[in-house]
């Protein structure tokens, strides 16, 4: 079943390139695709590499909360959450200190944000057994209606100015190396952190006994408490966890890239935290596999901004904007239903209060 | 409300309560759902969700609304207290706030009804609000989450506008004009809308593309898609904003009673939205299809086995939902805008909060969405009043959702005060009975 999945997902990932080099290829006039290769250097690596930071984030959080039985599908919330709260903690510190450390103060702020808002998640869903999907979305509105809130109470306008942010780290030797070096290790500290967490969160889960735990727990729960565990804290463990993580890719986000806060509409955020469900669906929930599929949706949004400066292709903006979330949808379509752990979306109550 | 009761009835007793509007899905709901405990197959997201707040009783359901409401302004109205410390005011303030939250709640809740302007605002937002409730509340009974109505609305309200300003040379002006403008653009945002709707419905059926996420993304699609068409086709050449020339005379909809003269609500817009809610509760509780449709929504493989086509049932029933936004873009076009402009308010996510509201039942979709249409008017005075920020509304907007989520809390509040209702049907799980 496992290994049917990890087909299937590839076999999706798969398609949808070659469907995305089928259109280039034969509907598209041969001037767009050379335009379109010669986009394809480290930059955009590079910048794949750092749109993928709230995606993978947001998956990698998911995976663990849904393993352990709590679907949480407030990602888009926690992420909107921290990546406001980092940029109006930078805001607030910028003068008193030094730039880099009003930077880092936000992202500090942002992870305890984010994990807050997770935690109040995660008390409503397993104290008060709130339906999950429903306090999710809850989860998602109420960041959607508060973050625009309190810009304007701060700054009297849903936008925030320009506050300090990240700067890049650059690794001394490795920098040098062709290809990789200037694509990988000149990068935004987020994206170190992302691609150390990508592996740890895949150890942590498949070969400790935390993260037996965390999936006996979304399995079959009653098990677990056979044996002792106490099946609630796993959850509410596993359930902060995804908080603390979306509130890095958040933070990574706003801190990272961005530098301001944007309110309208959707917010900054803009659907990533949803995308990022989608990543750990296609994924198979194993955080390798939802890394890749981030680094592909991230991807293709890094392509659509080149695309919307290349002069001769003359495609409207908004046309190519839709390129990732279409490509979503395709994602989701092809990659079907999932195995989800058999006891997600289910309140648990120990026999012995 | 419920004090008379004694607190362990059961709700089914009282199922024979005149007035009971949805008495039959009451019976729907208790049955199914008791043996759906442990069926023991994959539990797929939405119908997890949809059982349980499709279950709870009439009566609980009223409390658990009404309680989840005051619950949320009471946490609004607190994060405005708080948040008027962080900004300055001349003129003092309210215990060290710049904001005092009772003249917030004087100017949500009774500011609304003083004078003609304010109560066709309030009036305006609420029949807004009556489409995209009834579109998410339809979905919800079938087992689906439609987040999707506010591009289904976006889409619709966009074909809307074009096909008036089509037909605008062709068509009578005068009363004419009107009989003959205003069905075919409602026929025309409910035909988009209700295709729009159809696509996520059909990769749920057929691709097993979870919906929640597929209407999410469709909403952007939805709102680049407009943008694009508008800019390159269809744009106004006079204006600066991204919008279509006005749509015919004869297809606005006008306020027609003199009380509302000057505002942009049409008693008409009102009939048709109230004879939408008695329509499409009529369908659910009397026909085959409403039926089939809350069947598959309580328990897919009940309905499976009675021989419903499930998968065309899900592309209905989204088909359907789409419909009703589709027609609340119609009307959004006809009675606000008098043409399509870039930046349509988010009444779709309104919506999931109306139809939760409701507790999903059409019936109560008009009295949530006025309720709701009251604090989004409200918003704009205290905005222009207080100059509390009007986005608090998207603030409760989620709240009230969060809190309609978790009934287990206002059951445990429930037990410290003598008025809770059925306070023992937590644990009343006594199987299968049959009395329905």
């Known amino acids: ?353 | 409300m419920t004090e008379d009761e004694p607190p362990a009835r059961d709700a089914r007793a009282d199922g024979g309560d005149a007035g009971d509007g949805d008495r039959t899905d009451v019976e729907a709901g208790e049955d199914v759902e008791r043996t759906d405990v442990d069926a023991g197959e994959m539990p797929s997201w939405s119908e997890s969700a949809a059982s349980r707040i499709v279950t709870a009783s009439a009566k609980e359901r009223v409390f658990i609304s009404v309680a989840a409401f005051v619950a949320s302004v009471l946490v609004g109205s607190v994060l405005v207290y708080v948040s008027g410390f962080l900004v300055d005011c001349p003129g003092g303030g309210f215990l060290g706030s710049c904001y005092n939250p009772f003249l917030v709640y004087y100017y949500l809740f009774v500011d609304p009804f003083i004078g003609g302007f304010n109560v066709a605002l309030v009036m305006k937002e609420s029949v807004l609000l009556l489409f995209t409730g009834l579109s998410v509340a339809v979905a919800f009974r079938a087992g689906l989450f439609n987040i999707g109505s506010q591009g289904q609305l976006v889409l619709g309200a966009l074909a809307t506008a074009l096909a008036l300003i089509f037909v605008a040379p062709y068509a009578p002006g005068g009363v004419l004009g009107s009989l003959v403008l205003v069905p075919f653009a409602l026929f025309v945002g409910a035909a988009v809308g209700g295709l729009y709707g159809a696509i996520p419905g059909a990769l749920k059926a057929y691709a097993d593309a979870n919906e929640v996420i597929t209407t999410i993304m469709l909403n952007f699609v939805a709102t680049n898609l407009v943008f694009f068409l508008i800019s390159a086709y269809f744009q106004d050449p006079e204006s600066g904003s991204v919008q279509t020339v006005a749509i015919p005379e004869a297809a606005r909809l006008r306020p027609i009673v003199p009380f509302f003269e000057g505002a942009q609500f049409s008693v008409v817009a009102l009939a048709l939205g109230l004879g939408l809610v008695g329509g499409t509760f009529y369908v659910l509780a009397n026909t085959a299809f409403g039926f089939d449709l809350r069947t598959s929504g309580l328990q897919a493989a009940a309905a499976d086995y009675a021989g419903v086509d499930s998968n065309k049932l899900v592309v209905s029933s989204m088909t359907l939902s789409g419909a009703l936004a589709g027609v609340g873009g119609a009307v959004y076009v006809m009675m606000v805008m008098a043409r399509y402009r870039t930046g349509i308010p988010s009444l779709g996510f309104d919506g999931i909060t109306v139809s939760i509201l409701a507790g999903n039942n059409p019936l109560g979709v008009a009295p949530a969405a006025l309720l709701f249409g009251v604090m989004k008017a409200g918003s704009l005075s205290i905005d222009f009043s207080l100059g509390v920020p009007k986005q608090l509304v998207g603030v409760l907007r989620g709240l009230v959702i969060l809190f309609v989520a978790m009934p287990e809390f206002f059951r445990m509040l429930a037990r410290y005060t003598p008025y809770g209702p059925d306070v023992d049907r937590a644990v009343a799980t006594d199987g299968g009975d049959d009395d329905g």
């Open chain 1, 1 to 353: 079943m496992v290994e049917r999945n990890a087909y299937v997902a590839g076999a999706a990932g798969g398609a949808v390139v070659v469907l995305a080099l089928f259109v280039f290829a034969f509907v598209v006039p041969v001037d767009w695709v050379v335009a379109l290769v010669a986009q394809l250097d480290t930059g955009l690596l590079s910048a794949a590499l750092r749109l993928s930071v709230p995606i993978a984030f947001a998956a990698l959080g998911g995976i663990f909360a849904e393993k352990s039985g709590v679907i949480n599908i407030g990602l888009e919330g926690l992420l909107i959450a921290s990546a406001f709260t980092s940029i109006a903690v930078a805001w607030a510190l910028e003068g008193r200190v030094a730039p880099t450390a009003a930077a880092w103060g936000g992202f500090g702020a942002a992870v305890l944000a984010s994990t807050l808002l997770a935690g109040l998640f995660a008390v409503v869903t397993i104290r008060y057994e709130a339906d999950q999907i429903i306090a999710g979305l809850a989860v998602w509105l109420v960041a959607l209606g508060f973050a625009p809130f309190a810009s304007q109470i701060i700054w009297q306008s849903v936008n925030s100015p320009a506050v300090p942010t990240l700067d890049n780290w650059v690794v001394p030797v490795l920098v040098n190396v062709p290809v990789l070096g200037p694509a990988v290790f000149d990068s935004n500290p987020t994206v170190y952190l992302m691609l150390v967490a990508v592996p740890v969160s895949w150890y942590l889960l498949n070969r400790t006994a935390f993260g037996r735990w965390v999936r006996a727990s979304g399995e079959n729960p009653k098990a677990l408490d056979t044996a002792g565990v106490n099946v609630t804290r796993v959850r509410y463990a596993s359930v902060l966890l995804s908080g603390v993580f979306s509130g890095v890719g958040g933070a990574g986000l706003a801190l990272g890239q961005v530098g301001q806060f944007i309110g309208s509409g959707q917010t900054m955020v803009s659907g990533r935290g949803w995308i990022g469900i989608t990543a750990y669906l296609m994924g198979n929930y194993n955080p390798i596999g939802a890394f890749l599929s981030s680094f592909l949706f991230a991807g293709l949004n890094a392509l659509q901004f080149r695309v919307q400066q290349i002069a001769e292709l003359n495609i409207a903006p908004s046309l190519v904007q839709m390129v990732p979330f279409v490509a979503v949808i395709v994602v989701l379509a092809l990659v079907g239903k999932t195995r989800i752990p058999e006891a997600a979306g289910e309140g648990y109550e120990s026999g012995d209060d």
